[in-house]
């Protein structure tokens, strides 16, 4: 089955400074690739997502790279703000053919902007 | 982007008893809803995978008869913790999503069983 490993687990940036975190994952099949930001007591929210067809999307301050080849993703926030601060997890699955693909998440990485 | 609300966001409850939480999709009809539980400080581990009028499939080591899943409507899952225990303290959140296309959260409900 599909295995995603998430780094780093902690990242303290100061606010203005860019933040990547990157993300793996091992199963071929796996076709999209979504990324959730999560703050404290809250569920996890969608900020950008990529499907396997593409190799860089970016919305704003926040871009999403994609190496189908060497099996990674990252996700890139420029200019970073105190209100970037959260938990972020990555995710892979396989969307085809009618069926809803389960999620796999990684680990989660706790980013800390400071001002 | 879709709403996803859970009902209720917190709950206490006394360990015997049974506790339902409720998760809907407000702007969007859902096909598959998942749910998923979550310790401090961990990622999230799905429990199961239910698609509107049909069965849910629980992922293993999950008791499908400790927690009972009902996707009555494709805006509507229910998840029924029975006879509710310590340890099932925790952070419960559901997703839904449509055909080939993302999955969007709730806002979680904190279980705490006394």
């Known amino acids: 089955g599909e295995n995603v490993e998430q780094h780093p687990s902690t990242l303290s940036v100061q606010e203005g400074d860019s933040a990547v975190i990157k993300c793996t994952y091992s199963d071929s099949a796996s076709n999209y690739f979504p990324w959730y930001k999560q703050e404290l007591g809250k569920g996890p929210q969608l900020i950008i997502d990529i499907r396997s067809n593409v190799g860089e999307k970016k919305d704003q301050r926040i871009a999403v790279t994609l190496n189908k080849t060497a099996k990674h993703f990252s996700l890139h926030i420029t200019e970073t703000q105190p209100e970037d601060s959260a938990v972020y997890f990555c995710a892979a699955s396989a969307l085809y053919g009618g069926s809803q693909g389960n999620l796999i998440f990684g680990k989660g990485t706790k980013l800390s902007v400071k001002p | 982007g879709a709403v996803v609300s859970q009902h209720p966001s917190r709950v206490i409850c006394k360990s015997g008893t049974s506790v339902k939480i409720e998760c809907r999709s407000l702007d969007f009809q859902a096909t598959t809803m998942f749910w998923y539980r979550q310790f401090p400080k961990q990622s999230l581990m799905l429990m199961a995978t239910s698609n509107e009028g049909s069965k849910a499939t629980y992922e293993q080591g999950v008791e499908k008869d400790k927690f009972l899943i009902n996707h009555a409507s494709l805006t509507l899952s229910t998840l029924t913790v029975t006879s509710a225990h310590p340890e099932d303290s925790s952070f419960y959140i559901c997703?839904?999503?449509?055909?080939?296309?993302?999955?969007?959260f709730g806002p979680g409900t904190r279980l705490l069983v006394l």
């Open positions: 997703s839904a999503g449509q055909l080939q296309e993302t999955q969007y």
